[in-house]
C-alpha cells in the first residue's frame, strides 16, 4: 500500500478522533455549566428565604427590646414618682415638727421663767425660815452651820471605815494586785548570840601560815573563794581559825567542805577553788537527796517526787530556834501519824502533810511570803493531794482547815516544837513577848480584854460593844497591826483578831 496514502488515512483519522474529542467535550462542558447554573438557582433562592427569615427574626428582636426599653423606662417613672411624693411627705413631717418644737421652745421659755419666779419664793422663803429658826432655837446660823459640820464629819468617818473595809474586801478578793503586808520571814531571826552561832562556821586549820595561803597574793584566793561559794570569809587573829558567814546554810556547807579539801590537797588558786567548790557543791547536792530519801523513808511517805526530795533534804542544813528543821518534820510526821490513827484519819495524809509542813522553809529566803504559804505553792505546783496542800497552808492558821488531818498536822507541829528542849527560846523571852503583844492591844480604848494564843503568832482582842461599832472594829485591827509592826521583833506573822460581841438579857418574872 502507498506510504503516502497510509499516512493521509492517519491524518484523516486523528483530525476526526481530535474533532469528536472536541465534541464530547463541548457536550460534558456545556451539561456541567447547565447543572451549574441550576445549583446557583438553588442556593440563591434558599439564600433568599433565609434572609426573608433573618430580617423577620431581627424585626421582631426590635420590637421586643423597644419593649423592654419602655417597660423599665415605666418602672423608672414610677419610682421617682414614689420617691417624690416620699419626699414631700418628708418635708411635711418636718414642717410640722418645726412648727411643734418652737411651740415647745416658748413652753419652755414660759416654764423657765416661772421657775425663776419660784426659785426667788424659794429662797425668800428659805430666809425667812432660817430667820424663824434663828428666834426658836436661839443659835445663829453659825452655830448650826458647826452643828452640821460636826455631824457630816461623823457621818464622814463612818463612811470612810465603811469604804475601807470594802477595798479591803475587794483587795483580798482580787490577790495579785493587793500589797503584801506581811515581811518576808527572817532567816533565823532569834537572839543575836543565837544567830551568830547559826549565821557563822568555823573551820579550824593546821597552822597559821595556811591563812596566808587562803588569802593568797594580793587576796585573790580569798576573793575567788567567796565569789565561787556566796559566802563570806573572816580571816583575823584568832589563832588557827577561819569563819565563815552566811545566811545560807547550804552555802556554809559547800564552802566549809570547799575549803577542808583545799587544805588536805595543798594547792590553793584560783583555778583549783573553781573545781574544787563545783565538786564540794555536788557532794552537797548528794547529801541533801539522800537526806531527803532517808527522811521520806524515816516517815514513811514514799513515792515524792524528785524535786521535793532535794528541798527536804535542804532542811538537814537549816534550823529554827535550835531545832533542826529536817529532824523536826520527821518527827512532826510520825506524831500526825499516831494522831490520824487514833481518831480515824487519813493516817497517808497526815504523814505526808507532817513532813512536808515546814517545806517552804527551804527556799524562804529566796521567795518573799510565809513559809506555810510558800510551802502550799509548791505542794501544789506537784501536784500533790489537796488535803496535804492545805495541812500545809493552815499549820499557822492563815487558812481555813479544809480537813481532819489539817489540825492533826497543826498539833504535831506544836508538840514538836514545844517539847522540852526542842527549841532555843528562852522562857524569858516567850514569856516577854506574850506579855508586850497584850500590851500593845489593851493600850487602845474600848479593849476591854486581850489574849495572846498560837505561841504568840495570833492575839484576840475583846472590845466593848457600847464603844466600838462593826466598823471601828475593823479600824482597830489595822492601828493595832500597826503597833505591833512598830514596837515588837517577832519570826514570821501575827494574826490580830478583833471580837464584838452583843448580848440582850431579859428576865421573866
Given at each position: 500500500?502507498?506510504?503516502?496514502?497510509?499516512?493521509?488515512?492517519?491524518?484523516?483519522?486523528?483530525?476526526?478522533?481530535?474533532?469528536?474529542?472536541?465534541?464530547?467535550?463541548?457536550?460534558?462542558?456545556?451539561?456541567?455549566?447547565?447543572?451549574?447554573?441550576?445549583?446557583?438557582?438553588?442556593?440563591?433562592?434558599?439564600?433568599?428565604?433565609?434572609?426573608?427569615?433573618?430580617?423577620?427574626?431581627?424585626?421582631?428582636?426590635?420590637?421586643?427590646?423597644?419593649?423592654?426599653?419602655?417597660?423599665?423606662?415605666r418602672?423608672?417613672?414610677?419610682?421617682?414618682?414614689?420617691?417624690?411624693?416620699?419626699?414631700?411627705?418628708?418635708?411635711?413631717?418636718?414642717?410640722?415638727?418645726a412648727?411643734?418644737?418652737?411651740?415647745?421652745?416658748?413652753?419652755?421659755?414660759?416654764?423657765?421663767?416661772?421657775?425663776?419666779?419660784?426659785?426667788?419664793?424659794?429662797?425668800?422663803?428659805?430666809?425667812?425660815?432660817?430667820?424663824?429658826?434663828?428666834?426658836?432655837?436661839?443659835?445663829?446660823?453659825?452655830?448650826?452651820?458647826?452643828?452640821?459640820?460636826?455631824?457630816?464629819?461623823?457621818?464622814?468617818?463612818?463612811?470612810?471605815?465603811?469604804?475601807?473595809?470594802?477595798?479591803?474586801?475587794?483587795?483580798?478578793?482580787?490577790?495579785?494586785?493587793?500589797?503584801?503586808?506581811?515581811?518576808?520571814t527572817?532567816?533565823?531571826?532569834?537572839?543575836?548570840?543565837?544567830?551568830?552561832?547559826?549565821?557563822?562556821?568555823?573551820?579550824?586549820?593546821?597552822?597559821?601560815?595556811?591563812?596566808g595561803?587562803?588569802?593568797?597574793?594580793?587576796?585573790?584566793n580569798i576573793?575567788?573563794?567567796?565569789?565561787?561559794?556566796?559566802?563570806?570569809?573572816?580571816?583575823?587573829?584568832?589563832?588557827?581559825?577561819?569563819?565563815?558567814?552566811?545566811?545560807?546554810?547550804v552555802?556554809?556547807?559547800?564552802?566549809?567542805?570547799?575549803?577542808?579539801?583545799?587544805?588536805?590537797?595543798?594547792?590553793?588558786?584560783?583555778?583549783?577553788?573553781?573545781?574544787?567548790?563545783?565538786?564540794?557543791r555536788?557532794?552537797?547536792?548528794?547529801?541533801?537527796?539522800?537526806?531527803?530519801?532517808?527522811?521520806?523513808?524515816?516517815?514513811?511517805?514514799?513515792?515524792?517526787?524528785?524535786?521535793?526530795?532535794?528541798?527536804?533534804?535542804?532542811?538537814?542544813?537549816?534550823?529554827?530556834?535550835?531545832?533542826?528543821?529536817?529532824?523536826?518534820?520527821?518527827?512532826?510526821?510520825?506524831?500526825?501519824a499516831?494522831?490520824?490513827?487514833?481518831?480515824?484519819?487519813?493516817?497517808?495524809?497526815?504523814?505526808?502533810?507532817?513532813?512536808?509542813?515546814?517545806?517552804?522553809?527551804?527556799?524562804?529566803?529566796?521567795?518573799e511570803?510565809?513559809?506555810?504559804a510558800?510551802?502550799?505553792a509548791?505542794?501544789?505546783?506537784?501536784?500533790?493531794?489537796?488535803?496535804?496542800?492545805?495541812?500545809?497552808?493552815?499549820h499557822?492558821?492563815?487558812?481555813?482547815?479544809?480537813?481532819?488531818?489539817?489540825p492533826?498536822?497543826?498539833?504535831?507541829?506544836?508538840?514538836?516544837?514545844?517539847?522540852?528542849?526542842?527549841?532555843?527560846e528562852?522562857m524569858?523571852?516567850?514569856?516577854?513577848?506574850?506579855?508586850?503583844?497584850?500590851?500593845?492591844?489593851?493600850?487602845?480604848?474600848?479593849?476591854?480584854?486581850?489574849?495572846?494564843?498560837?505561841?504568840?503568832?495570833?492575839?484576840?482582842?475583846?472590845?466593848?460593844?457600847?464603844?466600838?461599832?462593826?466598823l471601828?472594829?475593823?479600824?482597830?485591827?489595822r492601828?493595832?497591826?500597826?503597833?505591833?509592826?512598830?514596837?515588837?521583833?517577832?519570826?514570821?506573822?501575827?494574826?490580830?483578831?478583833?471580837?464584838?460581841?452583843?448580848?440582850a438579857?431579859?428576865?421573866?418574872?
Amino acid at each position: 500500500m502507498d506510504p503516502v496514502l497510509v499516512a493521509v488515512v492517519a491524518i484523516a483519522a486523528t483530525v476526526i478522533g481530535v474533532l469528536l474529542g472536541f465534541v464530547v467535550r463541548s457536550t460534558f462542558a456545556s451539561r456541567a455549566m447547565k447543572d451549574a447554573d441550576e445549583k446557583a438557582a438553588l442556593i440563591i433562592e434558599k439564600a433568599r428565604g433565609q434572609q426573608k427569615d433573618l430580617i423577620l427574626e431581627a424585626k421582631e428582636e426590635k420590637i421586643r427590646l423597644q419593649r423592654e426599653a419602655e417597660d423599665e423606662a415605666r418602672a423608672k417613672r414610677n419610682e421617682l414618682s414614689n420617691l417624690e411624693r416620699r419626699v414631700l411627705q418628708r418635708d411635711e413631717q418636718l414642717d410640722q415638727r418645726a412648727d411643734m418644737l418652737e411651740g415647745r421652745d416658748r413652753k419652755l421659755i414660759d416654764r423657765e421663767r416661772e421657775l425663776d419666779r419660784a426659785r426667788e419664793e424659794l429662797a425668800k422663803a428659805h430666809q425667812d425660815q432660817v430667820a424663824a429658826l434663828e428666834r426658836v432655837s436661839g443659835l445663829t446660823a453659825e452655830d448650826a452651820k458647826g452643828i452640821l459640820l460636826e455631824a457630816v464629819r461623823e457621818e464622814a468617818e463612818h463612811d470612810a471605815v465603811k469604804l475601807a473595809k470594802s477595798i479591803e474586801r475587794r483587795a483580798r478578793e482580787e490577790a495579785q494586785d493587793r500589797a503584801r503586808e506581811v515581811v518576808v520571814t527572817a532567816i533565823q531571826r532569834v537572839a543575836a548570840d543565837h544567830t551568830a552561832e547559826h549565821t557563822v562556821t568555823v573551820l579550824h586549820l593546821p597552822s597559821d601560815e595556811m591563812k596566808g595561803r587562803i588569802i593568797g597574793r594580793e587576796g585573790r584566793n580569798i576573793r575567788a573563794l567567796e565569789q565561787a561559794t556566796g559566802v563570806d570569809l573572816i580571816i583575823d587573829d584568832t589563832p588557827e581559825t577561819v569563819v565563815v558567814s552566811g545566811f545560807d546554810p547550804v552555802r556554809r556547807e559547800i564552802a566549809r567542805l570547799a575549803i577542808t579539801k583545799l587544805i588536805a590537797d595543798g594547792r590553793i588558786h584560783p583555778g583549783r577553788i573553781e573545781e574544787v567548790v563545783a565538786k564540794a557543791r555536788a557532794e552537797v547536792d548528794l547529801v541533801m537527796r539522800q537526806a531527803g530519801e532517808q527522811a521520806a523513808y524515816d516517815a514513811g511517805v514514799p513515792g515524792l517526787p524528785p524535786e521535793i526530795i532535794k528541798l527536804l533534804g535542804r532542811l538537814k542544813f537549816r534550823t529554827s530556834y535550835g531545832q533542826n528543821v529536817l529532824n523536826h518534820v520527821v518527827e512532826t510526821s510520825r506524831l500526825a501519824a499516831v494522831i490520824a490513827a487514833e481518831v480515824g484519819a487519813d493516817i497517808q495524809i497526815a504523814k505526808m502533810g507532817g513532813l512536808l509542813h515546814d517545806i517552804g522553809k527551804a527556799v524562804d529566803h529566796e521567795v518573799e511570803g510565809p513559809h506555810a504559804a510558800i510551802g502550799a505553792a509548791i505542794a501544789q505546783h506537784h501536784n500533790l493531794p489537796m488535803k496535804v496542800v492545805n495541812g500545809i497552808a493552815a499549820h499557822h492558821q492563815e487558812v481555813e482547815y479544809a480537813c481532819v488531818e489539817s489540825p492533826i498536822v497543826q498539833i504535831a507541829d506544836a508538840i514538836s516544837a514545844s517539847r522540852p528542849g526542842a527549841r532555843g527560846e528562852s522562857m524569858d523571852t516567850y514569856v516577854k513577848r506574850l506579855e508586850d503583844l497584850q500590851a500593845i492591844a489593851e493600850s487602845f480604848a474600848g479593849v476591854e480584854r486581850s489574849f495572846a494564843v498560837q505561841a504568840g503568832r495570833e492575839v484576840r482582842i475583846l472590845v466593848r460593844p457600847e464603844e466600838i461599832d462593826d466598823l471601828t472594829a475593823s479600824r482597830l485591827a489595822r492601828d493595832i497591826v500597826k503597833k505591833i509592826e512598830d514596837q515588837l521583833t517577832y519570826p514570821g506573822q501575827i494574826k490580830v483578831t478583833v471580837i464584838r460581841e452583843t448580848r440582850a438579857v431579859e428576865y421573866a418574872k
